[in-house]
């Protein structure tokens, strides 16, 4: 008998390689073909012994035993395969603002589309279904890791136009809304044809439309939303976007240049210019999109993908990367280790607020002070500088002037090649600029209020900074990759690191990861918390001297997609109403 077959014969495997449970036990399928073995073994053995001259026999015995370890093969191969997660998909998966919006996202990867399409076509459905948020009248940050590896940056995101008010920073205290903060939009990305005219009115829309009472001004943006007794729609109510439909039909059939050369141009600069505005067809014209290499931090086993500036994932790093040090593990989050966790935590969101002003236009700056956020020297010198026992004043985090801002919309996809894009969409501000182009259906941004806060002066073409950080994340190791990305304005660098500690440290499932109760750190390093944030953890932080402010209202949300093994698991946050889709 061959070596090799009387090896594998006489093979017993280990407990942890055959010992699956169910019920507590051995699987009985598995144990009844060991024992099958051993006889077809004490079988084969006789049969070779009495007929040891018959080379027929002897081929017969070889043949029964090559079967039988082929079917033992096969149920090892069957019942040691993962077992997903109910819920969980096979394929692809996408995680966007609304079901509708993932859906539509998940609709293009099924037929045949890649993960750049499915989430081009969520970002559109987004545009529709939350216009405060995003929209072709602002920009957008794309993170597109391949599967062989290779990973870039797709930055759409807005530019300065060649005029603007030479005095613009000065206008940072009065009003944040109007047509001298309108930047070039930049989210046009080959939308699909037979969009919708009509979509209803989501959670998120018609609470903003309250809060802010859209409704109660007469402007473009009321005619558009509202009704004409000058009321708020009510949620689940059809809203018509007729001349948003017609622009989005002239793109699907005459490309993206529609946008930037045609009469959607010329239309679009004519109601920008009515309103005040100093856009013009050039500054249309000559956008560019720009693709770079994404920036990588290296975090244990897995390596993050983050896009560079003006683009925030810069601090994104710099946080987990100052965090990693401290060896985190499930145990951080139990007892008085919970406090000291977040205390560390808040301690390194204070230096990077101190940080954000090295988040800059690598294109109108000379400064390279935001490739050394993600270095291990910076973090190592900065772990030196966290007090375990208190806290300290601005100063001692070089915290300058800035401006917390809101809005931003997040898609995360993962297809079935391999394919990851996480992609940050924004018009900033809710609504923007509050201009409204009657002829395009378009809401324009206010994306030129991020450069608040900048000492030297801005340059025509220049992009502001930005907290949109879209990620991924990858273990070879482990077999996975998480797509994660986040909006609401400046809280997106806070719950970015907060869900990827959650998830790889502290031992949640993304699920959970993403709705636990987060905390704030705001530009004035003052801490915020949401409302079911752990009361004695607050308390703690507040006797190691931190300020608090009771602010309730929070506009962190986080989307994500991850796959371990053949498992994908997708969330979109509740907070923002959302569910993922897949397949």
């Not at 969980?88 to 589309?113: M, N, P, W, Y």
């Not at 290296?298 to 946080?319: E, K, Q, S």
């Not at 409204?436 to 030297?456: A, M, R, W």
Request: hydrophobic share 35%; net charge positive; aromatic share 6%.
């Amino acid at each position: 008998m061959p070596l090799l077959i009387r090896q594998l014969l006489h093979f017993r495997p280990k407990t942890n390689a055959l010992d699956l449970k169910r019920g507590g036990g051995r699987i009985p399928l598995l144990q009844s073909l060991i024992h099958r073995l051993h006889l077809a073994h004490r079988q084969s053995l006789s049969l070779y012994t009495m007929a040891r001259s018959k080379t027929r026999v002897r081929s017969c015995a070889c043949l029964v035993l090559l079967c039988v370890i082929a079917i033992i093969v096969s149920c090892i191969v069957v019942f040691t395969s993962q077992v997903c997660s109910e819920g969980d998909f096979k394929h692809a998966a996408v995680s966007a603002d609304s079901e509708t919006c993932s859906k539509i996202g998940r609709d293009i990867l099924q037929k045949g589309g890649s993960a750049v399409d499915g989430a081009i076509a969520a970002l559109l459905c987004t545009s529709l279904v939350n216009p405060q948020s995003t929209g072709l009248g602002g920009g957008s940050i794309f993170t597109v890791r391949e599967k062989s590896g290779k990973a870039k940056v797709i930055n759409s995101r807005e530019a300065t136009p060649k005029v603007f008010k030479p005095d613009l920073m000065k206008e940072c205290s009065q009003s944040l809304s109007g047509s001298q903060w309108i930047g070039v939009p930049g989210e046009l990305r080959g939308p699909p044809s037979n969009w919708p005219e009509r979509v209803p009115v989501f959670p998120v829309l018609s609470y903003i439309l309250q809060k802010k009472q859209t409704c109660a001004t007469a402007s473009p943006l009321q005619e558009l939303l509202c009704h004409k007794n000058k009321t708020a729609p009510k949620l689940g109510e059809k809203l018509k976007f007729n001349k948003l439909a017609d622009t989005m039909e002239i793109i699907a059939n005459q490309g993206p240049d529609a946008f930037y050369n045609g009469k959607i141009a010329r239309d679009l600069i004519r109601d920008v210019q009515d309103a005040g505005g100093t856009l013009s067809l050039e500054d249309l014209k000559s956008f560019r999109v720009k693709v770079t290499d994404a920036w990588t931090v290296t975090l244990g086993d897995y390596t993050m993908h983050i896009p560079p500036p003006p683009a925030g994932g810069a601090l994104v790093g710099f946080i987990l990367n100052v965090m990693k040090g401290y060896s985190l593990s499930p145990a951080s989050m139990e007892g008085d280790q919970k406090t000291l966790t977040y205390h560390r935590y808040v301690e390194t969101y204070k230096f990077a607020n101190g940080l954000r002003k090295n988040i800059r236009d690598p294109n109108f700056s000379f400064n390279m002070g935001a490739s050394q956020l993600i270095t291990e020297e910076l973090a190592e010198r900065v772990r030196a500088m966290i007090d375990s026992s208190r806290t300290h004043d601005s100063s001692y985090y070089n915290l300058t002037s800035s401006l917390d801002s809101l809005g931003t919309s997040h898609v995360s996809v993962l297809d079935e090649d391999g394919m990851a894009v996480s992609v940050t969409s924004t018009i900033n501000y809710f609504f923007g600029s509050n201009v409204y182009s009657p002829n395009t259906g378009v809401i324009l941004n206010n994306e030129l209020t991020d450069f608040c806060g900048k000492v030297d002066p801005i340059s025509a073409g220049e992009q502001p900074p930005s907290s949109m950080s879209p990620a991924v994340l990858y273990s070879e190791i482990k077999q996975k990759i998480l797509v994660i990305g986040a909006s609401g304005g400046s809280m997106i660098t806070n719950g970015i690191p907060l869900a990827i500690m959650n998830h790889l440290w502290f031992g949640k499932d993304l699920e959970e990861a993403i709705s636990a109760p987060v905390l704030f750190v705001d530009s004035k390093n003052s801490l915020r918390f949401e409302p079911t944030f752990d009361k004695t953890v607050v308390e703690a932080l507040k006797g190691l001297g931190h300020n608090v402010e009771n602010k309730k209202i929070f506009y962190n949300v986080v989307n994500a997609v991850v796959k371990t093994g053949s498992c994908i698991s997708a969330v979109s946050d509740a907070r923002k109403k959302g569910k993922s889709a897949g397949y």
